[in-house]
């Protein structure tokens, strides 16, 4: 049975920082196909960053403030962010699909976990 489950989320002040994890469990991943969404009540969930055997992705809207990365060995991936906005205020998820190991393959993931929630004060 496949699971992700994140965690890390919380309240922060604007230009703060966050971690977020997600552990991941019943898939089997060559250091690709797992990355993070996020979504704001009432809008469309937005792809916000994915790893890659190319490189880390990052949307626009993240680069420069937010890090992802993966701890093989703990079956983890993270997403740390700093500089953190209102704007970046959303619900994250984890999502996995091991068919998506390129940026041009990159689809609508599979597996998700059911998110956790950042809330960014000013």
């Known amino acids: 049975q496949v699971q992700l489950v994140e965690s890390g989320g919380g309240s922060v002040q604007a230009g703060g920082s966050l971690k977020l994890s997600c552990v991941v469990s019943?898939?089997?991943?060559?250091?690709?196909?797992q990355g993070w969404y996020r979504q704001v009540s009432g809008k469309e969930r937005e792809l916000v960053s994915f790893?890659?055997?190319?490189?880390?992705y990052y949307s626009d809207f993240v680069k420069g403030r937010f890090t992802i990365s993966r701890d093989a060995a703990e079956d983890t991936i993270y997403l740390r962010m700093d500089g953190l906005s209102p704007e970046d205020t959303a619900t994250y998820y984890c999502?996995?699909?091991?068919?998506?190991?390129?940026?041009?393959?990159?689809?609508?993931?599979?597996?998700w976990g059911r998110g956790t929630q950042v809330t960014v004060v000013s």
């Open positions: 999502a996995a699909d091991p068919d998506y190991c390129s940026r041009s393959s990159w689809g609508t993931p599979t597996h």
């Open positions: 790893i890659s055997k190319d490189g880390p």
């Open positions: 019943g898939l089997f991943f060559s250091g690709c196909g």
